[in-house]
């Protein structure tokens, strides 16, 4: 038994859904949108704003509840614009404030939600506060807003410590002096073209409250904020004391990453959103050594949600899968805040490619693997994910099964991390390729002008128009899951699940009348019928009470 895809939701009025749906937050499923690479209005290859208004029906078919949109501010684009130079201005290659204030309204009309970036860690070099201190030199009062610094040495040629860049080398960058001499240092913990803001600085929490309140007034919903376990750093800046620094994140915590300092910050920007009708929200990027520590982030006074980037960093694997639930679980509880569950992001290797390779090769990797396999683990996931408690988030394309592209010439790719020595590997491009919407066409439907990086052949037939209204396919999955899970009263929000004897290497839980059976093995497995089947992401069969769950599968039940 497999699913049938059902009907498109109809349309509906924004004004209900928004004033109605009391913490819609909490079991929301929020679909991250890369701008650059979702849909192209104007045939320059680059995806635009307009090209997601345009598309924002098919959004709201799929059945999410919001848009979390990636950066589309002005910017140079070192860094996929998490270098901001004008944090009140879309930059050309997206449009204009008016393109996206026409999205936003679309978008409340469709009855979905819009999320933007926010990135206060750091700015662009050509922001216009990091021009000015390079212009005035040392001492000057501009500087004191980043974090500059005399070098360590006889004439300061080495780093005031030695922390390392995200990106790989050294995160301190030296400047020439307007006198034309070598002079003081910046930090800036991602590319040099990033300097990061000094937080002790009273001038940065304004200008951020400020550009809280403009985009709040023009509507957006909520911020996804970038590095949200940055901008604070230990007192002194001190020496961390060892090399591959990358290595060590995740597992403690680091002078400039995670530090008690910056949950004050989140408190008065909790003050100004809360001051604001219609439950807008903010959700942390913030990589922790614990879900434990996230869970600080979500304290009631502070933010919303928390990514959980040690549920995507899970195997595929019933064990390893059932502690990090519970886990996750136990830590959000106490502070009252829902789980959050991702499988894939701009950053992170496609979950259908991790999947498709063995275990323990990271979250970025460059192996194509068992694509069969992949889609397969691919789908029961989703599934699983989206039957656990809380929020979930579903980054483009992964509803239509994408594979990283893991074959792109080294010429054409953009990461910048690729260009460092060291460091990252450089192989977010893979997930960036522009999606595929129809079967045929210079972008599949893109756009008419190409695109940015380049697809693969075949990728015509993942398209939503391949993909539409085809039994079994990937994207009916997601819209009858998606509707599936709307629809049903003991799925969306909570904070616990009831665990079922199951055999080893299945998943099974249980929540009111439903029940979810995930079989991670590669047999298939005999699991009792748990009453009437809601969904499958793969063929199941039953007889006697006893349904047969191949391998790689999760079933849907309810007892209702």
Not at 351 to 356: G, N, P, V
Not at 507 to 522: E, H, K, P, Y
């Amino acid at each position: 038994m497999s699913q049938q895809p059902s009907a498109a939701p109809a349309p509906t009025s924004a004004v209900a859904t928004v004033s109605e749906r009391h913490d819609w937050w909490r079991d929301a499923v929020i679909y991250q949108v890369y701008p650059r690479s979702f849909a192209d209005s104007n045939g320059d290859g680059m995806g635009d704003l307009e090209g997601v208004r345009t598309r924002l029906p098919y959004l709201r078919d799929l059945g999410v509840d919001a848009v979390w949109l990636s950066p589309f501010y002005a910017s140079p684009q070192a860094d996929a614009g998490y270098d901001v130079a004008d944090y009140r201005a879309v930059d050309p290659m997206f449009g204009t404030l008016l393109d996206a204030d026409a999205l936003i309204r679309d978008a409340h009309a469709l009855g979905l939600r819009i999320i933007v970036d926010l990135v206060p860690n750091h700015s662009s070099d050509q922001y216009e506060w990091f021009k000015r201190a390079l212009a005035e030199g040392p001492g000057s009062p501009s500087r004191d807003r980043y974090h500059f610094r005399a070098g360590k040495g006889k004439n300061g040629e080495l780093p005031p410590n030695d922390w390392e860049s995200i990106f790989g080398g050294p995160a301190w960058t030296r400047v020439t002096e307007p006198d034309g001499t070598p002079g003081e240092w910046y930090l800036h913990l991602f590319a040099p073209e990033q300097p990061d803001f000094n937080w002790e600085h009273p001038a940065v929490g304004d200008e951020f409250r400020s550009i809280l309140r403009f985009w709040l007034d023009m509507g957006v919903d909520g911020f996804r904020i970038d590095v949200a376990h940055g901008m604070v750093k230990a007192e002194g800046l001190p020496d961390l004391g060892s090399h591959e620094q990358l290595k060590l994140l995740g597992n403690d915590v680091m002078p400039f990453f995670d530090q008690d300092g910056v949950h004050d910050i989140y408190r008065q920007w909790r003050l100004i959103l809360d001051e604001y009708s219609g439950e807008r929200i903010f959700v942390a990027e913030a990589w922790t050594p614990t879900v434990e520590r996230t869970a600080n982030y979500v304290r009631p006074d502070e933010l919303h949600q928390a990514f959980n980037f040690q549920y995507l960093g899970t195997h595929w694997d019933a064990e390893e899968l059932r502690t990090v639930i519970d886990r996750t679980l136990d830590a959000m509880r106490p502070v009252g805040a829902p789980a959050t569950w991702v499988l894939s992001n701009h950053d992170v290797t496609r979950h259908a490619t991790r999947f498709a390779n063995p275990a323990g090769l990271g979250t970025q990797i460059r192996l194509a693997g068992d694509r069969a396999l992949g889609l397969r683990r691919a789908r029961a996931a989703t599934l699983l994910m989206l039957a656990l408690p809380g929020s979930a988030y579903v980054y483009q394309g992964e509803e239509l099964g994408l594979p990283d592209v893991v074959d792109l010439p080294d010429e054409v790719r953009q990461d910048p991390a690729y260009f460092r020595g060291a460091g990252q590997d450089g192989f977010r491009d893979g997930c960036r390729v522009p999606i595929p919407w129809t079967r045929a066409g210079s972008s599949y439907g893109f756009g008419d002008g190409g695109s940015w990086l380049p697809q693969p052949a075949g990728w015509g037939e993942l398209s939503v128009e391949a993909q539409t209204g085809e039994p079994g396919s990937t994207l009916e999955l997601y819209r009858e899951a998606l509707a599936v899970r709307r629809s049903t009263a003991d799925l969306g929000a909570g904070d616990a699940v009831e665990w079922l004897r199951a055999p080893e290497g299945v998943v099974a839980f249980r929540r009111g009348d439903f029940v979810c059976v995930a079989n991670t093995t590669g047999e298939s497995v005999a699991m009792p019928a748990y009453g009437r089947v809601l969904l499958a992401s793969g063929e199941i069969t039953e007889a006697a009470g006893e349904a047969k769950v191949p391998a790689d599968t999760t079933v849907w039940w309810t007892r209702a």
